[in-house]
């Protein structure tokens, strides 16, 4: 099936629907929100808009150092959505290739790739994380989307080396074999075009993923670093002022958990307009 | 006659859970000429369709080629080449011809695309000369409207048409030999006849060999120059067409025959062989035929080697002895 079908199928469905919506708006909210919202360095006035309520000029009110919270969170969206989109991809990319080349080749380098997977897959991502940047004292925003990237293939890996073992019996591959294709080509022209739609799958459920872990990093202190915005940081900010001044710390949190949705929302109804088995 | 083929003693091994090895294809010997067609028949489970994987050495694993078997190519010794020389030869000295074509094409990819990927893994030419040359291809196997067929996607085209464009992808590199593995098994009748022609027509055209691999004996009678008969991993009988249409010999090939109905002659009930292939784990010692075979005595339980029957003729069978040369 094609891909563009499938995303066709998934808008058809209410929930695709909201999710795509959801992104979209996400998407056109990064990149043109922060030309039309005032400077999120700015601060207002440090005693008289100190975390000042939600108002007709600041909607989402100001935090304790009176910078604009509706300004900090739509620039939090470019940091996170940047973030997401980039470490999926390569997530998604390294994932595909051991996938591939451990499901094509098997024997020994199937072997012995995946039970490294198995390894990786036994230590939780966030204390891998935590482990390596804990280290040095400041992590620049590309070298954490990298790290990200880099933990997030195991799963993705696993899942495409199952898709390849039962397209590999397909008699198109046998055939593509017979006509003296070499193993490069079956590989990454036959197997990798039939293993898209999955990846699609497991990249939008894992856009959700990294959102979350970089505002879970974020909210450590260990992830994007002040003062670029970010949602997770901007949680971990707001922590002594939660009760007296909500605002700082809800809005954030709200677009965490609506940006996760959306993108699980939109996984899920890829994955069924995926599947043969439904509809 | 030049030789482009010529398989000596070929044997296939699995290995069992417990240790030992067991040969679905068990001394397979025989050879084709430039411009000739040899039948491979047989029922499932023989050993066919796995000793023509085994002419590109695509014996899945765990499977593996014995040593001592013989697979020449003119004058290549296959079973001496690896990797990149291997690769050469799959498609560009022999193409091949698989029995489902709804599955055997790649569904993302165009026809266009696959024919010219065909042609490009072995020929040095630009991307716009491999699609003139996978138009020219579908025109010769006789696809209406061939440059309109180029973009056209696997599940846009029917069956006999896709098989047509798998015959094409054989032959676009110009290989000497096309080994056609039950081409029309799961096509009409109709498009049968026509499948079948094209390949006949491509074999006088371009002077190729054809090894048709097949169940049915209905389609080897008009195609085929020789006919070998497989059971159980050997070739049990082989012969000109012509010869063993007339004298069937081996019991295993009377039996063939018997269950074939006919159209002509008085209404009768057709004679099955009575029991079943036996799996290739539990070959019977001697003539692997004996157990089902109406005529088996003693010596049946010594296994009988090729014995001739009469001219271009030879069978597995004790029963050869006395009637041959």
């Known amino acids: ?279 | 006659m030049t030789r482009v083929l010529d398989v000596r003693d070929l044997r296939i091994s699995f290995p069992t859970s417990d240790g030992s090895r067991f040969h679905p294809v068990d001394g397979v010997s025989f050879t084709l000429d430039r411009g000739e067609t040899l039948a491979l028949v047989g029922e499932s489970g023989c050993g066919k369709s796995l000793t023509s994987l085994a002419l590109l050495r695509l014996v899945p694993p765990p499977g593996r080629i014995d040593p001592g078997s013989g697979i020449r190519l003119g004058e290549t010794d296959v079973l001496a080449l690896e990797g990149e020389p291997l690769r050469q030869i799959r498609g560009r000295r022999l193409g091949m011809i698989f029995q489902d074509p709804m599955t055997s094409l790649n569904p993302v990819f165009t026809a266009g695309d696959q024919i010219a990927e065909a042609v490009r893994a072995h020929l040095r030419v630009s991307k716009a000369e491999a699609r003139e040359r996978a138009r020219a291809l579908l025109q010769e196997v006789g696809i209406p409207d061939p440059a309109a067929r180029l973009d056209a996607y696997p599940h846009q085209l029917s069956g006999g048409m896709r098989q047509r464009i798998m015959i094409a992808i054989a032959l676009a590199a110009e290989p000497e030999i096309l080994v056609a593995d039950e081409p029309t098994t799961a096509l009409d009748v109709t498009v049968q006849a026509q499948i079948l022609e094209v390949l006949d027509e491509l074999r006088r055209r371009r002077g190729m060999a054809v090894l048709l691999i097949t169940h049915d004996l209905g389609i080897v009678a008009g195609r085929a120059d020789r006919v070998a008969v497989m059971y159980a991993g050997q070739i049990v009988e082989e012969a000109t067409t012509a010869e063993l249409f007339a004298r069937p010999s081996h019991p295993y090939t009377l039996g063939l025959f018997a269950s074939v109905p006919r159209i002509t002659g008085p209404v009768q009930r057709l004679t099955p062989i009575r029991g079943t292939v036996p799996p290739p784990t539990a070959w019977p010692d001697g003539c692997r035929f004996r157990p089902r075979c109406p005529q088996a005595f003693a010596k049946c339980e010594q296994p009988p080697g090729p014995l001739p029957v009469g001219p271009d003729h030879r069978m597995r069978c004790w029963l050869a002895e006395g009637k041959g040369a």
């Open chain 1, 1 to 279: 099936m094609a891909e563009d079908g499938a995303l066709r199928a998934a808008w058809r469905t209410p929930r695709g629907r909201a999710g795509l919506g959801f992104l979209t708006f996400l998407c056109l909210l990064a990149l043109l929100g922060p030309r039309l919202l005032p400077d999120p360095f700015r601060q207002f006035g440090i005693v008289e808009l100190q975390s000042a309520r939600p108002s007709a000029e600041h909607p989402f009110g100001t935090d304790q150092l009176s910078r604009d919270v509706l300004s900090r969170v739509v620039t939090g969206a470019r940091v996170s959505l940047a973030v997401a989109a980039i470490a999926v991809a390569l997530s998604a990319t390294l994932g595909a290739a051991v996938g591939l080349v451990a499901g094509y080749l098997g024997g020994a380098v199937d072997a012995v790739l995946m039970r490294l997977v198995d390894g990786a897959l036994a230590v939780p991502r966030l204390f891998l994380l935590m482990l390596v940047l804990a280290v040095p004292t400041r992590v620049p925003l590309l070298a954490l989307i990298l790290l990200i990237g880099a933990t997030g293939w195991f799963g993705t890996s696993r899942m495409i080396r199952a898709e390849v073992l039962r397209l590999r019996e397909e008699t198109y591959v046998r055939a593509a074999e017979a006509l003296g294709a070499s193993r490069r080509r079956i590989i990454f022209r036959h197997l990798l075009v039939n293993t898209t739609g999955p990846l699609l799958v497991a990249a939008t459920l894992g856009v959700g993923d990294v959102i979350l872990l970089e505002a879970g990093l974020s909210f450590l202190g260990l992830g994007v670093q002040p003062p670029t915005p970010s949602w997770g940081g901007m949680i971990f900010d707001a922590r002594p002022v939660l009760e007296s001044a909500p605002w700082v710390g809800i809005f954030p949190g709200v677009m965490i958990t609506l940006t996760v949705l959306a993108t699980n929302l939109v996984g899920d109804a890829l994955r069924d307009a995926l599947d043969p088995r439904g509809a």
